[in-house]
Structures are given as C-alpha cells and as structure tokens.
C-alpha cells in the first residue's frame, strides 16, 4: 500500500537497529502508506516528501533521527515510550 505524497498526512517512523518500519495517514486517519526501509535509506527516502508531521517513539537514536528528518523540513513528534 503506497500512496501518493499529497495524500499522507502525518508519518509513523517505528525505529529499530537496521529496517525501520514506515507508516503514513492521510489526513482522514485511514493509513496509506507501509514501507520498510534500511537504515541508510531514510533519508533518502523522506528528502522527497513534502512537509509531513512524523511522529516516533524517544528512544536513544530517535533524537538523532529527529534532528536529520527535521533538517529536511519535516516537523518532528517524539513521544514518549509508555511503560
């Protein structure tokens, strides 16, 4: 499922050690977009989006990412990890 980039509203970055899972909403809620990525395909991969919300569990490398993805445009959500 992949949808066109206008559609996608806020991403899911599900960060992990080498494959990061990658889930899109519209702006309706409904999910259309999952994708797996590597790890040096991230951003990459996300320089080709317009301006999204993402949003990822604060984990040790999440402020990282964060700081990467926001370099290419993106607000950044980091939440915190329920216990």
């Known amino acids: 499922m992949e949808a066109s ?5 806020m991403i899911g970055l ?7 899972q990658v889930h899109g909403a519209a702006r309706t809620g409904h999910p ?3 994708k797996k990525l590597r790890r040096g395909q991230v951003l990459e991969y996300f320089a080709k989006f317009p301006r999204s919300v993402f949003a990822m569990e ?3 490398s999440a ?3 964060a ?3 926001g370099r290419l445009g993106h607000k ?8």
Request: hydrophobic residues 45%; contains cysteine; glycine residues 4%.
């Open 32 to 34: 259309v977009l999952q």
């Open 5 to 9: 980039l206008e559609e996608i509203g």
């Open 58 to 60: 604060a984990c040790t």
């Open 14 to 20: 599900d960060l992990a050690k080498n494959v990061f």
């Open 67 to 69: 700081r990467e993805i």
């Open 76 to 83: 950044v959500r980091l939440i915190n990890p329920a216990t």
């Open 63 to 65: 402020h990282y990412r």
